[in-house]
C-alpha cells in the first residue's frame, strides 16, 4: 500500500481519547460497584453474585470471535464497515449500564436470571463498540504515524478516564446520597442508580463523539465480497507470524499489567501497613504512564517497531531488580511503577499499531480486509492475560496462607509473595514478552507482503 501523508487531523484523535475515556470511567463504576450492588442492594447471595460475573466475563470472551466474524462479512449501506457501530450501540450500551443498576423487586432466583441477562446483554453491546474502537485506526489512515498518534491518544485517553473515575465517582455517588455507612441501604440503591444513568450519559456521548469526529477511509481495493468462513479467518491470521508474535507480545503484556495493577494494593495494605499508600504509588504510575504514551510515539519512529517493543519488556525487568534485592523500600516501590508504566503503556500503543499494520498484511496477502477480527481476536487474549493473572494471584496468596481476618499481620510466606508478584514474576513474563516482541517482525512482513501484492497485480 503507498505511503500517502498525515490524513487524522488533531479533532478526530480527540475523538479517539474520548470514547477511550469515557469507556474507562464507565468501567471504573462497574469495577467499584458492581458486585456490592448485587450482593447488598439485590441481597444476591455472594456465590451466585461471583456467578453471574463469572459467567459474562465467559461470555465476553466467546463473543469476541463471534461477532468479529459477524462483522467481517457485513457492510453498512454507507460503504463503511466499523465506524457506525459506534452510532448504533451508544444507546443500547448506555441503556445496559442503567439496568445493570435497577432493583426490579424480583424473587430472588428472577432476580439472578435476569441479572446474568443483563450482564450478558451488557457485555455484548460493549464488544460491539469495542470494534470500531479498536479496529478504525487502520481504516482512518494508511500512515503508521497517524496510527501510532491515534493509538497514543487513546492510551492517554484510557488513563485520564482511570484517573477521573477514581476521583470522581465516590463523589457523584456520595451527592447523590449513597456511602454514608460501610452497610448499603435503599438510599445507596438509588445513589447508584443515579450515577448509573450519568454514566450512561457520559458513555453515549464518548461514543457519539467519536462517530461524529473520525472517518473510515481506507476500503478494500478488492472488490470480492465474498462470504468469508469462520475458519478461513483463523487460517488467514496464523498464516501471518507477526500476528501470533504480536498476539503472544499482548499476553505477557496484560499478565503483567493485571499483576502489578492489582498487587499494589495488596502491598500497600500488607506490607507498608497502609492501604492509602496505593494512591500516591497509582498516582506515579498514571503520571508516568502518560509521559510514556506520548514518547513512545518517537521512539517508536526512530528506533523502528521490534527494537522499540523490546525496549517496552526489558524497562519492566530493569525497574523491577531494585524492588526483587529491596521489596520493602519505598523508593523501589515507585520505581517499580514508574518503570511498569513507560514498559506498559508503551506496549499498548505499539501492539495496537501492530494490529491495524495486521490487517495490512492480511490484505496483501488475500485482498481481503478482516479488521474487526483481528481486534476482537486480541481483546480476547487480553481478556485471557488478565483471568489467568488473577488466578495465579488467587492460588499464590491462598497456598501462602493468605487470611484476609489476620488484616496487616500475614504470615512472612504471604508478605513474601505479594512481593513476587510484583516483582520477579512480572520481570519473568517481561522476559517472554522481550522474546515475542524479538520475533514480531512486522515492519519486514508488511514491506515482503506488499511488494509481493504490488508484483502480483503486474
Same mark, same amino acid.
Given at each position: 500500500?503507498?505511503?500517502?501523508?498525515?490524513?487524522?487531523?488533531?479533532?478526530?484523535?480527540?475523538?479517539?481519547?474520548?470514547?477511550?475515556?469515557?469507556?474507562?470511567?464507565?468501567?471504573?463504576?462497574?469495577?467499584?460497584?458492581?458486585?456490592?450492588?448485587?450482593?447488598?442492594?439485590?441481597?444476591?447471595?455472594?456465590?451466585?453474585?461471583?456467578?453471574?460475573?463469572?459467567?459474562?466475563?465467559?461470555?465476553?470472551?466467546?463473543?469476541?470471535?463471534?461477532?468479529?466474524?459477524?462483522?467481517?462479512?457485513?457492510?453498512?449501506?454507507?460503504?463503511?464497515?466499523?465506524?457506525?457501530?459506534?452510532?448504533?450501540?451508544?444507546?443500547?450500551?448506555?441503556?445496559?449500564?442503567?439496568?445493570?443498576?435497577?432493583?426490579?423487586?424480583?424473587?430472588?432466583?428472577?432476580?439472578?436470571?435476569?441479572?446474568?441477562?443483563?450482564?450478558?446483554?451488557?457485555?455484548?453491546?460493549?464488544?460491539?463498540?469495542?470494534?470500531?474502537?479498536?479496529?478504525?485506526?487502520?481504516?482512518?489512515?494508511?500512515?503508521?504515524?497517524?496510527?501510532?498518534?491515534?493509538?497514543?491518544?487513546?492510551?492517554?485517553?484510557?488513563?485520564?478516564?482511570? #484517573? *477521573? $473515575?477514581?476521583?470522581? &465517582?465516590?463523589?457523584?455517588?456520595?451527592?447523590? @446520597?449513597?456511602?454514608?455507612?460501610? !452497610?448499603? =441501604?435503599?438510599?445507596?440503591?438509588?445513589?447508584?442508580?443515579?450515577?448509573?444513568?450519568?454514566?450512561?450519559?457520559?458513555?453515549?456521548?464518548?461514543?457519539?463523539?467519536?462517530?461524529?469526529?473520525?472517518?473510515?477511509?481506507?476500503?478494500?481495493?478488492?472488490?470480492?465480497?465474498?462470504?468469508?468462513?469462520?475458519?478461513?479467518?483463523?487460517?488467514?491470521?496464523?498464516?501471518?507470524?507477526?500476528?501470533?508474535?504480536?498476539?503472544?507480545?499482548?499476553?505477557?503484556?496484560?499478565?503483567?499489567?493485571?499483576?502489578?495493577?492489582?498487587?499494589?494494593?495488596?502491598?500497600?495494605?500488607?506490607?507498608?501497613?497502609?492501604?492509602?499508600?496505593?494512591?500516591?504509588?497509582?498516582?506515579?504510575?498514571?503520571?508516568?504512564? #502518560? *509521559? $510514556?504514551?506520548?514518547? &513512545?510515539?518517537?521512539?517508536?519512529?526512530?528506533? @523502528?517497531?521490534?527494537?522499540?517493543? !523490546?525496549? =517496552?519488556?526489558?524497562?519492566?525487568?530493569?525497574?523491577?531488580?531494585?524492588?526483587?534485592?529491596?521489596?520493602?523500600?519505598?523508593?523501589?516501590?515507585?520505581?517499580?511503577?514508574?518503570?511498569?508504566?513507560?514498559?506498559?503503556?508503551?506496549?499498548?500503543?505499539?501492539?495496537?499499531?501492530?494490529?491495524?499494520?495486521?490487517?495490512?498484511?492480511?490484505?496483501?496477502?488475500?485482498?481481503?480486509?478482516?479488521?474487526?477480527?483481528?481486534?476482537?481476536?486480541?481483546?480476547?487474549?487480553?481478556?485471557?492475560?488478565?483471568?489467568?493473572?488473577?488466578?495465579?494471584?488467587?492460588?499464590?496468596?491462598?497456598?501462602?496462607?493468605?487470611?484476609?481476618?489476620?488484616?496487616?499481620?500475614?504470615?512472612?510466606?504471604?508478605?513474601?509473595? *505479594?512481593?513476587?508478584?510484583?516483582?520477579?514474576?512480572?520481570?519473568?513474563?517481561?522476559?517472554?514478552?522481550?522474546?515475542?516482541?524479538?520475533?514480531?517482525?512486522?515492519?519486514?512482513?508488511?514491506?515482503?507482503?506488499?511488494?509481493?501484492?504490488?508484483?502480483?497485480?503486474?
Amino acid at each position: 500500500m503507498k505511503k500517502e501523508k498525515s490524513q487524522v487531523k488533531l479533532l478526530e484523535k480527540f475523538g479517539y481519547a474520548g470514547l477511550s475515556m469515557s469507556n474507562n470511567i464507565v468501567f471504573n463504576f462497574k469495577s467499584l460497584y458492581y458486585l456490592s450492588f448485587l450482593k447488598m442492594i439485590l441481597n444476591i447471595p455472594v456465590f451466585w453474585a461471583s456467578t453471574i460475573l463469572t459467567i459474562g466475563t465467559i461470555w465476553d470472551a466467546i463473543n469476541d470471535p463471534l461477532i468479529g466474524y459477524w462483522s467481517v462479512n457485513h457492510k453498512f449501506k454507507t460503504g463503511e464497515k466499523i465506524r457506525p457501530l459506534a452510532k448504533i450501540f451508544a444507546i443500547p450500551w448506555g441503556l445496559s449500564v442503567i439496568a445493570m443498576y435497577a432493583n426490579f423487586f424480583l424473587p430472588q432466583t428472577a432476580t439472578i436470571i435476569l441479572c446474568i441477562v443483563i450482564y450478558i446483554v451488557f457485555e455484548a453491546f460493549y464488544t460491539f463498540l469495542c470494534i470500531p474502537y479498536n479496529s478504525l485506526a487502520a481504516l482512518a489512515s494508511n500512515v503508521d504515524a497517524d496510527r501510532r498518534s491515534i493509538n497514543s491518544f487513546r492510551s492517554i485517553g484510557g488513563l485520564l478516564g482511570t #484517573l *477521573i $473515575g477514581a476521583l470522581l &465517582i465516590p463523589t457523584l455517588v456520595k451527592s447523590f @446520597g449513597g456511602l454514608k455507612s460501610a !452497610i448499603y =441501604t435503599q438510599e445507596d440503591s438509588a445513589a447508584l442508580l443515579k450515577t448509573a444513568i450519568l454514566m450512561a450519559v457520559i458513555s453515549i456521548v464518548g461514543c457519539l463523539f467519536f462517530y461524529f469526529t473520525t472517518k473510515e477511509r481506507i476500503h478494500q481495493k478488492d472488490d470480492n465480497e465474498e462470504h468469508i468462513g469462520f475458519l478461513e479467518t483463523f487460517k488467514m491470521l496464523f498464516s501471518i507470524k507477526s500476528w501470533v508474535a504480536n498476539l503472544m507480545f499482548i499476553l505477557c503484556y496484560g499478565i503483567a499489567s493485571a499483576l502489578v495493577m492489582n498487587e499494589v494494593n495488596d502491598y500497600a495494605a500488607y506490607i507498608y501497613g497502609d492501604s492509602s499508600f496505593a494512591t500516591p504509588v497509582l498516582g506515579v504510575y498514571i503520571v508516568v504512564a #502518560l *509521559i $510514556g504514551s506520548i514518547a &513512545i510515539v518517537s521512539v517508536d519512529e526512530k528506533l @523502528g517497531r521490534k527494537n522499540t517493543m !523490546i525496549i =517496552t519488556a526489558l524497562v519492566q525487568v530493569v525497574g523491577k531488580i531494585p524492588f526483587i534485592i529491596w521489596p520493602h523500600s519505598v523508593a523501589t516501590i515507585f520505581i517499580n511503577a514508574a518503570t511498569s508504566a513507560l514498559g506498559i503503556q508503551g506496549a499498548f500503543v505499539l501492539f495496537n499499531t501492530n494490529r491495524n499494520n495486521v490487517a495490512d498484511i492480511v490484505e496483501f496477502k488475500y485482498g481481503r480486509r478482516i479488521d474487526s477480527m483481528v481486534a476482537t481476536c486480541d481483546n480476547l487474549i487480553t481478556k485471557l492475560a488478565e483471568a489467568l493473572a488473577v488466578w495465579l494471584m488467587g492460588v499464590s496468596l491462598q497456598t501462602s496462607g493468605y487470611d484476609a481476618v489476620l488484616g496487616i499481620n500475614q504470615t512472612l510466606a504471604t508478605q513474601n509473595t *505479594i512481593c513476587a508478584l510484583l516483582g520477579w514474576v512480572p520481570a519473568l513474563v517481561c522476559i517472554a514478552m522481550a522474546y515475542f516482541a524479538y520475533k514480531c517482525n512486522i515492519q519486514e512482513e508488511y514491506k515482503t507482503e506488499q511488494i509481493n501484492s504490488e508484483t502480483n497485480k503486474q
